[in-house]
């Protein structure tokens, strides 16, 4: 299961608040940041081991898969 993390309205309102340090908002971010990338290279090696009956099922072709496979993490 894949988790993903997000900035809500709510959240992102908390973080503009000025007495919020400005550490503590380049934390979030960076863990966001660090999240989303970490997802990323998860879920594409993931794709990776897929069979080509899996791959059909949520309508990708082999080759599409393994474009998408070889990329690299940091890039969406």
Same mark, same amino acid.
């Given at each position: 299961? %894949?988790?993903?993390?997000?900035?809500?309205?709510?959240?992102?309102?908390?973080?503009?608040?000025?007495?919020?340090?400005?550490?503590?908002?380049?934390?979030?971010?960076?863990? &966001?940041? &660090? %999240?989303?990338?970490?997802?990323?290279?998860?879920?594409?090696?993931?794709?990776?081991?897929?069979?080509?009956?899996?791959?059909?099922?949520?309508?990708? %072709?082999?080759?599409?898969?393994?474009?998408?496979?070889?990329?690299?993490?940091?890039?969406?």
């Amino acid at each position: 299961m %894949t988790q993903t993390l997000t900035l809500n309205h709510e959240t992102v309102a908390i973080l503009n608040q000025r007495s919020t340090p400005f550490a503590a908002v380049l934390a979030v971010k960076f863990a &966001v940041c &660090v %999240t989303k990338m970490a997802s990323r290279r998860r879920t594409r090696k993931a794709l990776a081991q897929l069979e080509p009956w899996q791959l059909a099922d949520v309508g990708l %072709t082999p080759r599409q898969a393994h474009d998408e496979s070889i990329r690299v993490f940091w890039k969406a």
